[in-house]
């Protein structure tokens, strides 16, 4: 009965905001950003958070990722289906196990003007190497050289499954080889070769573009795009109801429905990649220690999570791994058992009464989740605080381990990309932010890389996941159905189960 009680005061609190932020017209919202004369030719996106830099080689960060797609390119990019497919290469070999040969394309110019050699090429992938934050995604690559003008020569380690989903990462896009030796500030002015410029980036309030007329694949649509950030849900659906902004990025759950029934509006749902998780810091006394993380995780009731964070747009999560990748597997995972949870505890040998911690959430949605997970907690004896934290500082701290318990999440286009980003050790003070160094993890891992073939690689995750799930690093809590609300005039819109969208192929409808 407790456990209703919490529940519906859960509830209860969460519908009383959901109807104070549904108390706004529409009016006007017909017929608004038309042209004069003509079709619309511009755009407001509305996102929560705010990227930590515009340069391709400063961050792994969504936020940062939906920014560098408007003005970067890379060898290669992930298509609707999640598989590598080529961007600005033409054609491509792999002429044995540890060598690659990729043609780039002819005429692709950059934003400066200048026509992208294979010289830029070989400096961009070079140059990302040096830094820490996209490390992950290009130390395999042990040479990168210039066969001829047009061909450029990749050489791994021995057999390696990443070569090309790595190739797709933001941290490796082509930038001009004279502007990264004159020391060029690219998070200040982004020069790419991507669909649009940079025009002004007013930090905390927003960021606007403009079409790159000289794009290879042909000049966008949409001629001006103006990102701003709203970080708070409902004021998110308001300002899209009102005709302020065209399309949202993140939806605030509670307000789905609300969104669907309104015939101006297209809803898109998918099935994300993304995980979302409660993170524990297994550097932190008490939370170093697996039985202790196998009784929150058993503690928490994930459905509850479900329904009051995510109106129930969500599925809870048992496994480490995202269960819509191949490889996948809830063997060995956590199940909500109450009773199991202080049986883990009193087998753990530690009093629940020391284990204090705060729950660090970035948005509304995770506070939400955070509240019903403090709730379960303190059924077992277990006391935390929720911290609200913006996006920004949430990132450093949790990559920097400076922090105990967050909830966050982790977006990929692969389950191999996944795992090497979220649980190796090569990955702490990065995207690993439980900070697990298991040698038996990596080894999985490490084995999984350099098979090729991805039947021969699934038996191999498998048991990296049964593993993952016996070591219980964090508590997984759901994986979300992702949602995108915009003005049901634009056409294009088509959304990869990473979240990508191609705004280049978006456009205004009469």
Known sequence: MKKKRILSFLLATVMASGLLAGCSSDEGKKGSGKEEGGKKDSIVIATMGETPSLSPTEHNAVAGS???????????????????????????????????????????????????????????LQWAQGFAE???????????????????????????AMVLSNLSHHGNAIVPKKLIDEGHDFNADPIGTGPYKLVKWNRGDSLEFEAFEDYFEGAPSIKNMTWKIIPEGSSRTIALEAGEIDFIIEVEAMDADRLKGNDDLTVIDYNATNLTWLMLNNETPGLDNQDVRHAI?????????????????????????PMNFEGATEENADTYDAEKAK?????????????????????????????????NLKEIGINCEIESMDLATYLSATAEGNYTAAIGGY????????????????????????????????????????????????????????????????????????????????????????????????SWGE
Not at 85 to 93: C, M
Not at 134 to 157: A, G, H, M, P, R
Not at 300 to 321: C, F, H, R, W
């Open 66 to 124: 939906y920014m560098n797609l408007l003005t970067y390119n890379t060898l290669f990019k992930t298509s609707m289906t999640l598989e590598p497919v080529p961007d600005l290469v033409d054609s491509y070999e792999n002429v044995d196990e540890s060598t690659w040969h990729f043609k780039i394309k002819e005429g692709v110019k950059f934003h400066n003007g200048d026509t992208m050699t294979i010289d830029d090429v070989v400096a961009s």
């Open 134 to 160: 996209v490390s992950l995604y290009n130390k395999n690559f042990v040479s990168i050289s210039k066969v001829d003008d047009q061909t450029l020569e990749i050489k791994t380690d021995g057999p390696d």
């Open 297 to 321: 995780n058993t503690a928490i009731d994930k459905e509850s999570v479900v329904t009051v964070a995510y109106n129930g747009m969500a599925t809870p999560a048992l496994s480490q791994m």
């Open 343 to 375: 049986e883990w505890l009193e087998k753990s040998g530690v009093d629940p009464a020391s284990i204090k911690f705060s729950i660090i959430c970035s948005d509304d949605t995770k506070k939400r989740a955070g509240e019903v997970i403090q709730a």
């Open 411 to 506: 977006s990929s286009d692969s389950l191999l990309g996944y795992v090497v980003g979220v649980y190796h050790s090569s990955s702490i003070n990065a995207s690993n932010k439980t900070r697990l160094n298991n040698p038996e993890v990596d080894a999985l891992i490490d084995k999984a890389k350099v098979t090729v073939d991805a039947a021969e690689r699934k038996p191999i995750m498998e048991e990296l996941s049964a593993l993952l799930n016996e070591i219980c690093s964090q508590a997984p809590i759901y994986q979300p159905i992702s949602m995108r609300a915009f003005d049901a005039r634009l056409q294009g819109v088509e959304i990869t189960d990473g979240g990508t969208i191609f705004w280049q192929n978006v």
